[in-house]
């Protein structure tokens, strides 16, 4: 289901989703946007960067915060293809995140629809406006196909 | 109360706190050790780092693994001097820490005995043994120590 024409972040993000498969890490993709630009553009890739916590998510905010050189990135967004984690749905929180687009749910270890839904939840300090859905039909086939030719 | 003696690897998480203090950081240390080694120590400093994930945990978990040349630090345990954050939580399980052990509790942001409470949660994916309170009344005089100056 396409519920609105894909936005080019998105568009970018599975982009970035297919490079985290061609190097045989899970494949989820994440950009952050200040007004109309891509400020940062990363992929999942704990096992080559030898960093459990390098999540897409993750890796694409630091490098935000890096290329503004501040550590609250309040005017940014983030779309990532998978929902995220309790880890980076932590730190879209600390970031000041004002909006998260992501793609496919993870009920397994999605916290924002899923799981402890942390977004949601009183002592939330920080919550994002959140668009899920946009590109899931795309980031969901990547994730299949990936985890199809593993078994 | 001091439960039970305090472990040298709580001691330098405390001295780290105390550095992070007087880099004008919200002074909370960590370090990561295996067998009896420390192989990580670092304080939170998100300011400095221009990067919204730079808490204590993170860092000397991304530490440690970049030293082990791996993305599991399953025979590692974790010192630190506050009650971590559901980020942090986050990636002591995707990094396998074998056990934590915290200093205060932090009842606003902590995700392991407040909040979420994340490693009791059905879907955690892993779940360190937790030792809470070592350390506690330490990490708590030098949090309230910041604050107060800054007041």
Chains 1, 2 share one sequence.
Not at 6 to 24: E, I, K, S, V
Not at 49 to 62: F, G, N, Q, V
Not at 116 to 121: A, D, E, N, V
Request: aromatic residues 6%; hydrophobic residues 45%; neutral net charge.
């Amino acid at each position: 289901m396409i519920r609105w024409p894909m936005p080019p972040p998105m568009t970018a993000a599975l982009a970035q989703a297919r490079l985290a498969a061609a190097a045989g890490e899970v494949p989820v993709g994440a950009v952050v946007t200040r007004g109309n630009s891509i400020i940062a553009a990363a992929h999942n890739s704990p096992r080559a960067a030898c960093d459990p916590t390098a999540h897409a998510e993750m890796l694409a905010i630091r490098q935000a915060a890096e290329t503004l050189g501040q550590s609250r990135l309040g005017d940014c967004d983030l779309y990532v293809t998978l929902e995220p984690c309790s880890m980076c749905a932590g730190a879209i929180s600390h970031a000041r995140i004002a909006r998260l687009y992501y793609a496919a749910d993870d009920p397994k270890g999605g916290a924002v629809e899923n799981g402890p839904r942390l977004f949601g939840r009183a002592e939330c300090l920080h919550r994002p406006e959140i668009y899920p859905g946009i590109g899931a039909t795309e980031a969901a086939a990547i994730l299949r196909m990936f985890f199809s030719e593993r078994r």
